[in-house]
T-cell receptor
């Protein structure tokens, strides 16, 4: 059971470069999320999706884009990387939206991104 | 708005010591409350949860009771082990599309 798989695990980007963080889940969950974890700041929601073809902004969406063409995949795109985007990024999924929030998330193992 | 406040870390305990990590919350309505654990190099894992007032969540020897009157959900364990060394996050859900996380408390257990 793979759960939620994120790639890459580590990446160093130069300012202005772009990259895509990959996230795949094999649990047929309809809800997927991207969070960033900054030291001492907890987790902040970047984007989320309630199903294929539907995405919405979270607390901190600026500088990021997402797409959800399939139930399984929810990639996060960084355009024009900035040092402020240095963080650890977590993808998560859940079985349903409100109501299933009671069941909690399944998290990936994270991507550590450094922008220099 | 919704928010979660956790006690500052890091916390260092000797093996078999008693653990308490404090968590208080602010929310409208009746949120569900959670504790997540993050082991080194891994993602967050659900440790326990409680969905209504006075519920007690428990797992792996950890417990937390949903106290509406004090808006708290403190995590406790009677006897910690070295393998419990991790970062612990308190979180709440108001049934909407995101969780609200505390800043995390790092626990180190020494033999």
């Amino acid at each position: 059971n793979a759960g939620v798989t994120q790639t890459p695990k580590f990446r160093i980007l130069k300012i202005g470069q772009s990259m895509t963080l990959q996230c795949t889940q094999d649990m047929n969950h309809n809800y997927m999320y991207w969070y960033r974890q900054d030291p001492g700041m907890g987790l902040k929601l970047i984007y989320y999706s309630v199903g294929a073809g539907i995405t919405d902004k979270g607390e901190v969406p600026n500088g990021y884009n997402v797409s959800r063409s399939t139930t399984e995949d929810f990639p996060l795109r960084l355009e024009l990387a900035a040092p402020s985007q240095t963080s650890v990024y977590f993808c998560a999924s859940s079985q349903r939206g409100s109501g299933s929030a009671h069941y909690g998330y399944t998290f990936g193992s994270g991507t550590r991104l450094t922008v220099v | 708005g919704n928010s979660v406040t956790q006690m500052e870390g890091p916390v260092t305990l000797s093996e078999e010591a008693f653990l308490t990590i404090n968590c208080t919350y602010t929310a409208t309505g009746y949120p569900s409350l959670f504790w997540y654990v993050q082991y080194p190099g891994e993602g967050l894992q659900l440790l326990l949860k409680a969905t209504k007032a006075d519920d007690k969540g428990s797992n792996k020897g950890f417990e937390a009771t949903y106290r509406k009157e004090t808006t708290s959900f403190h995590l406790e364990k009677g006897s910690v082990q070295v393998s419990d060394s991790a970062v612990y996050f308190c979180a709440l859900s108001d049934g909407g599309n995101q969780f609200y996380f505390g800043t995390g408390t790092s626990l180190t257990v020494i033999p």
